[in-house]
């Protein structure tokens, strides 16, 4: 059984910052591509950033481009998510994800296997 607990999340204001943490137990972590996702109040779940097993390649969202950065660290089974510079429109649930998967699907929240409860990040304006 793999388990994925996220934490980080809060209110903050437009500009603020917030890096969000992803903890994975149950299985070799350092086997799974991870990803982070987001789901605003009424919208459907969108990706947000990518990283692969070893952290030599990641993928952003075209509108956290810039903003975010993804990173991991196999030693402590956890994948972060620094969020910069953030706007109203960052308000979301924000999930870890994990999963044996292709390239091209790194951007496909039905292709990962396993996913946290997720943490609000709240951005007033």
């Known amino acids: 059984q793999v388990q994925l607990v996220e934490s980080g999340g809060g209110l903050v204001q437009t500009g603020d910052s917030l890096r969000l943490s992803c903890v994975v137990s149950g299985r070799t972590f350092n086997h799974y591509r991870m990803g982070w996702f987001r789901q605003a109040p009424g919208k459907e779940r969108e990706f947000a950033a990518s990283?692969?097993?070893?952290?030599?390649?990641?993928t952003y969202t075209d509108s956290v481009k810039g903003r975010f950065t993804i990173s991991r660290d196999n030693a402590e089974n956890s994948v972060y998510l620094r969020l910069d510079s953030l706007k109203p429109e960052d308000t979301a649930v924000y999930y870890c994800?994990?999963?044996?998967?292709?390239?091209?699907?790194?951007?496909?929240?039905?292709?990962?296997?396993?996913w946290g409860q997720g943490t609000q990040v709240t951005v007033s304006s």
């Open positions: 994800a994990a999963g044996l998967i292709n390239s091209r699907d790194r951007k496909t929240a039905s292709a990962y296997d396993y």
């Open positions: 990283i692969t097993w070893d952290g030599g390649s990641t």
